[in-house]
């Protein structure tokens, strides 16, 4: 299993940048996409392929890294990105990150 | 528009089978990969398996002695069933199409084991 790691939460006002990360246990190369799920919803792709937009998706979010270490960052942080946010590799099989816990505060 | 809507029991009791169908509209489930994600409580997602567009199918390995994907190219719908499930299957399930990375979701449906 290629195992992802995310911190738990993160707690910004909102203006704010905040860079979320996920560290794979071996490369996944760009194999690497972003969901944020908020609570009582479906999560939702934001990014897809490391650092590619999604359709519709506010040019506030991005995505970069390759190998083992990615980054999501919003920048500004508004109200509404309270969430939480999960990556995912698609190198090796499919897995998840345990999610970080975002807070506007 | 590509809509997902998983539907099924929401109790199941332990050893018995647990079944889903995901119900596609504005897309044929002929084309792409879909697949069928679980959130556990506590938030542990984990990626179950998927059909493809020809119906072949791949499993979780963790999941590979329970797990049947099948579909319904005629309803466009597809199928989970896991087999003796415990109180550790207790989660909410959610269909999604896999086209890359899982684009499109359902709402999910919570599925509780217990006698």
């Known amino acids: 299993d290629t195992v992802l790691t995310q911190s738990p939460a993160l707690a910004v006002s909102p203006g704010e940048r905040v860079t979320i990360s996920c560290r794979a246990s071996?490369?996944?190369?760009?194999?690497m996409h972003w969901y944020q799920q908020k609570p009582g919803q479906q999560p939702t792709l934001l990014i897809y392929?490391?650092?590619n937009l999604e359709s519709g998706v506010p040019a506030r979010f991005s995505g970069s890294g390759s190998g083992t270490d990615f980054t999501l960052t919003i920048d500004p942080v508004e109200a509404d990105d309270t969430a939480t946010y999960y990556c995912?590799?698609?190198?090796?099989?499919?897995?998840f990150g345990s999610g970080t816990k975002l807070e506007i505060k | 528009e590509v809509q997902l809507q998983e539907s099924g029991p929401g109790l199941v009791k332990p050893s018995q089978s647990l079944s889903l169908t995901c119900s596609v509209t504005?897309?044929?489930?002929?084309?792409?990969?879909w697949g069928w994600i679980r959130k556990f409580p506590g938030n542990k997602m984990e990626w179950m398996g998927y059909?493809?567009?020809?119906?072949?199918?791949s499993y979780n390995p963790s999941l590979e002695s329970r797990i049947s994907i099948t579909r319904d190219t005629s309803k466009n719908q597809f199928f989970l069933q896991l087999n003796s499930v415990t109180t550790e299957d207790t989660a909410t399930y959610y269909c999604?199409?896999?086209?890359?990375?899982?684009?499109?979701w359902g709402q999910g449906v919570m599925v509780t084991v217990s006698s």
């Open positions: 999604a199409r896999l086209k890359a990375t899982f684009d499109y």
């Open positions: 504005g897309y044929s489930i002929t084309s792409n990969y």
């Open positions: 059909i493809s567009f020809s119906g072949g199918t």
């Open positions: 071996e490369s996944v190369t760009t194999l």
């Open positions: 392929l490391a650092s």
């Open positions: 995912q590799q698609s190198w090796n099989e499919l897995t």
